[in-house]
T-cell receptor, first 113, second 113 residues
Framework: EAGVVQSPRYKIIEKKQPVAFWCNPI?????LYWYLQNLGQGPELLIR????????DSQLPKDRFSAERLKGVDSTLKIQPAELGDSAVYLC???????????FGEGSRLTVL | AQSVAQPEDQVNVAEGNPLTVKCTYS??????LFWYVQYPNRGLQFLLK??????LVKGSYGFEAEFNKSQTSFHLKKPSALVSDSALYFC???????????FGKGTTLSVSS
């Protein structure tokens, strides 16, 4: 069974440029999460989807961040414009059951210069 | 609001010795508790979880954790550490089904040969 797939693995951009990250969850997993992980820190939730509905986006900085999950499968996280402080790893995860564990992708490491 | 604390930034142990990585939590109801491990430049890997039932939970790679409701703790343990266990360990909690996991800041485990 394929795991959670994220791309790109690494991205280097200059500040004020846009960037997008893509995530393909495990087949059949209805719940999808985007987490932000700063160096040496634990992951912090950005947004959670149940199918195509964003049910928890309270921590998403909506002035520059946006996300979508069309058709309730793949998801895209976008930052526009990027700032220096956005340099971090963006983790996507999916889960099957409400009480179940999350399965994480390898992450997308963003460096903003 | 739910929260999780990992009081130690780093734990050092000699190979073959037992190891403990500490975690305490705060939730309003019954906790759902998880441990994850992260190797450099990789995503998080699930180790074990406590939902209900036996307080001693066994997981992957010989790890186990003990749920202690009175002390609101969920410490990760292993009877005999391996050098390959060296990694970053995260404790996580959710307070009810269907919500996102809240992660601790992580504990770096270093096992010396």
């Amino acid at each position: 069974e394929a795991g959670v797939v994220q791309s790109p693995r690494y991205k280097i951009i200059e500040k004020k440029q846009p960037v997008a990250f893509w995530c393909n969850p495990i087949s059949g997993h209805n719940t999808l999460y985007w987490y932000l992980q700063n160096l040496g820190q634990g992951p912090e939730l950005l947004i959670r989807y149940e199918n195509e509905e964003a049910v928890d986006d309270s921590q998403l900085p909506k002035d520059r961040f946006s996300a979508e999950r069309l058709k309730g499968v793949d998801s895209t996280l976008k930052i526009q414009p990027a700032e220096l402080g956005d340099s971090a790893v963006y983790l996507c995860a999916s889960s099957l059951q409400e009480t179940g564990e999350l399965f994480f992708g390898e992450g997308s490491r963003l460096t903003v210069l | 609001a739910q929260s999780v604390a990992q009081p130690e930034d780093q734990v050092n142990v000699a190979e073959g010795n037992p190891l403990t990585v500490k975690c305490t939590y705060s939730v309003s109801g019954n906790p759902y508790l998880f441990w994850y491990v992260q190797y450099p430049n990789r995503g998080l890997q699930f180790l074990l979880k406590y939902i209900t039932g036996d307080n001693l939970v066994k997981g992957s790679y010989g790890f186990e954790a003990e749920f202690n409701k009175s002390q609101t703790s969920f410490h990760l343990k292993k009877p005999s550490a391996l050098v390959s266990d060296s990694a970053l360990y995260f404790c996580a909690v959710r307070d009810q089904a269907g919500t996102a996991l809240i992660f601790g800041k992580g504990t770096t485990l270093s096992v010396s040969s």
